[in-house]
Structure formats: structure tokens, C-alpha cells
């Protein structure tokens, strides 16, 4: 089970951190992602961090701005948003799956747990 938290109203320019909490004992076997979707369009890849950490991936759109972060002693994963942008503003998710391969961690449908997302709203 994830539960992701940490969203809320921010101005352009601001940082946010959103958190995802997981439970169960086998958390480090587990690729975990956030996508991000605004209503009327598909779920996106944001970006991505591998079972151990200190391997990411990013959508072009966020490199450089956001950063992915896990911590395997407690079940979380984060992502870091800072310079946010309106185009920022969704609906943000965390995923975990313990078999995607790497080629296909971008494609929500490689991920088997969903959180139940957390909104963030970049005000210009």
C-alpha cells in the first residue's frame, strides 16, 4: 500500500517536497516511480529511482528541477520540486513495481501499486 502526501498551493518558483509512505517488509525490491495526470490527459512519468537508490530517471520536462530520493530503512520514497512551474499543477502519484525493467520505467502500465495521489497547484 502507498499513500503519498505533501502536496498543496504554491507560487511559481516555489520548492515542495511530496512524500510516499509504503508499507511491507520488501520495499528495497521495489522500483518506485511518480507520474503526475491533469484532468483530460494520460498519466505521465515524472521520474523514477531504482531498488537501491542512487540510479534515477526524469521526464524531460522536470530534469534538473526535480530530484527522486528513497529511503529503504523507512519505507519512503520523495520527490523534490523546486523552480515549480504552472504547468507543474497535477494530480501527483507514486508507483512501485518489483518487476519493471529498467526500458519500460516510464510506462505507467509496468507499475502494479498505485498511490492515491496528492495535488499540487503552481499559481503564476
Same mark, same amino acid.
Given at each position: 500500500q502507498l499513500q503519498a502526501c505533501g502536496g498543496g498551493l504554491v507560487q511559481a518558483g516555489d520548492s515542495l517536497r511530496l512524500s510516499c509512505a509504503a508499507s $511491507?517488509?520488501?520495499?528495497?525490491?521495489?522500483?518506485m516511480a511518480w507520474f503526475r495526470q491533469v484532468p483530460g490527459? !494520460?498519466? !505521465?512519468?515524472? $521520474?523514477?529511482?531504482r531498488r537501491t537508490g542512487g540510479i534515477t530517471a526524469y521526464a524531460d520536462?522536470?530534469?534538473g528541477r526535480f530530484t527522486i530520493?528513497?529511503?529503504n530503512t523507512k519505507n519512503m520514497v520523495y520527490l523534490q520540486m523546486?523552480?515549480?512551474k504552472p504547468e507543474d499543477t497535477a494530480v501527483y502519484y507514486c508507483a #512501485?513495481?518489483?518487476g519493471v525493467i529498467w526500458s519500460e520505467v516510464r510506462?505507467?502500465? #509496468?507499475?502494479?501499486?498505485? $498511490?492515491q495521489g496528492t495535488q499540487v497547484t503552481v499559481s503564476s
Open positions: $511491507g517488509q520488501t520495499f528495497s525490491r521495489y522500483v490527459k !494520460e498519466r !505521465e512519468f515524472v $521520474g523514477c529511482i520536462s522536470v530534469k530520493s528513497r529511503d523546486n523552480s515549480l #512501485a513495481d518489483s510506462n505507467q502500465r #509496468a507499475y502494479d501499486y498505485w $498511490g
